[in-house]
T-cell receptor, first 114, second 114 residues
């Protein structure tokens, strides 16, 4: 059971470039989300999804897009990278039974924007 | 003012000490209170999960919630070097659709030295 898999683990981008962070889960969780983690700021919710075809914004959505075409996958797209998007990104999934309070996190994707 | 306040530490204690980690919050609608543990370069993992006020014990870990004071605590007894990690409090209320948006504290870095 792989849980939540994120790729890539590390990425360096130049300002203005675009990229997609991949996230896949094999637990059949309806709820999936993306967080960013910055020093002193904790985890902040970027976007989330409660099922295929359903997405919504979190606390810090600007500069990011998401889509959910399948239950398993929830990619995060950076449209035009900025240095302020340098961060560690975590994908997390949860099931309806816990109301998504119990989240399973991926190992993280460390992004640097120059 | 942040919805959830958590002292980032670092907190350094000798092996065997009792550790107390705390968070305060401002939103009286929060009903679910969690503690996640995050080892260096890893994703967070759920440690304790409580609903409403009261205590919950799991081995060497005890979670306390005081809703009247808007204050939650995590106690670690007989701390071990393997407890060295960042501890993040998280909390949520309910919103439409049956899924919760977790609000995380900034995390407290704990180091237990032999």
């Amino acid at each position: 059971n792989a849980g939540v898999t994120q790729t890539p683990k590390f990425q360096v981008l130049k300002t203005g470039q675009s990229m997609t962070l991949q996230c896949a889960q094999d637990m059949n969780h309806e709820y999936m989300s993306w967080y960013r983690q910055d020093p002193g700021m904790g985890l902040r919710l970027i976007h989330y999804s409660v099922g295929a075809g359903i997405t919504d914004q979190g606390e810090v959505p600007n500069g990011y897009n998401v889509s959910r075409s399948t239950t398993e996958d929830f990619p995060l797209r950076l449209l035009s990278a900025a240095p302020s998007q340098t961060s560690v990104y975590f994908c997390a999934s949860g099931d309806r039974g816990s109301g998504a309070n119990v989240l399973t996190f991926g190992a993280g994707s460390r992004l640097t924007v120059l | 003012q942040k919805e959830v306040e958590q002292d980032p530490g670092p907190l350094s204690v000798p092996e065997g000490a009792i550790v107390s980690l705390n968070c305060t919050y401002s939103n009286s609608a929060f009903q679910y209170f969690m503690w996640y543990r995050q080892y260096s370069r890893k994703g967070p993992e759920l440690l304790m999960y409580t609903y409403s006020s009261g205590n919950k014990e799991d081995g060497r870990f005890t979670a306390q919630v005081d809703k009247s004071s808007k204050y939650i605590s995590l106690f670690i007894r007989d701390s071990q070097p393997s407890d060295s990690a960042t501890y993040l409090c998280a909390m949520s209320g309910m919103f439409s659709g049956g899924y919760n948006k977790l609000i995380f504290g900034a995390g407290t870095r704990l180091a237990v030295h032999p």
